[in-house]
């Protein structure tokens, strides 16, 4: 039996998102904040729940990849989640990441390019980036 991969590889990733974060001025709840419940049960812990102003709040989901395997399947779920507690708390949360860092994707084009949009309709808030694309919009302050 071939022994899991390193977990503890995303802990690098969530570094790597705050200095962007506080270049654009944001501010953020530490890792690993519940928001709720997920659909089906359990609790649904974000990676960030980042604010700027006023405004409402961002979700944010990091998944890292190093080598291929498991996450790509829990993409969807993630996204079915994050959408569930934006429909939720519509006063709290305005919108939702999950961001897929790492070079183990096999499938992230397809969904940073909106390949699941005609499966799960109702989740459009739930926007898929790329990490960089994501430190992008945080350096300039555009999440």
Partial sequence: MTPPGNTTTGLV??????????????????????????????RHYVDLVVNKGTGPKILVSLKWQQKSGTAEQK??????????????????????YLVLGGPGWTLRDFYTGGGLDKYLRGC????????????????DGAL
Avoid at 78 to 96: D, K, W
């Fill in 75 to 96: 993409v969807p779920f993630e996204v079915i989640s994050l959408a569930e507690a934006l429909q939720n708390n519509p006063h709290e949360f305005g919108r939702a």
């Fill in 13 to 42: 990733f969530e570094q790597m998102v705050a200095p962007a974060l506080k270049r654009g001025e944001y501010s953020w709840e530490k890792p690993k904040t519940p928001i709720g419940a997920r659909p089906g049960g359990g």
């Fill in 124 to 139: 459009e808030q739930v926007r898929i980036l790329d990490m960089e694309t994501f430190l992008a919009r945080a350096n």
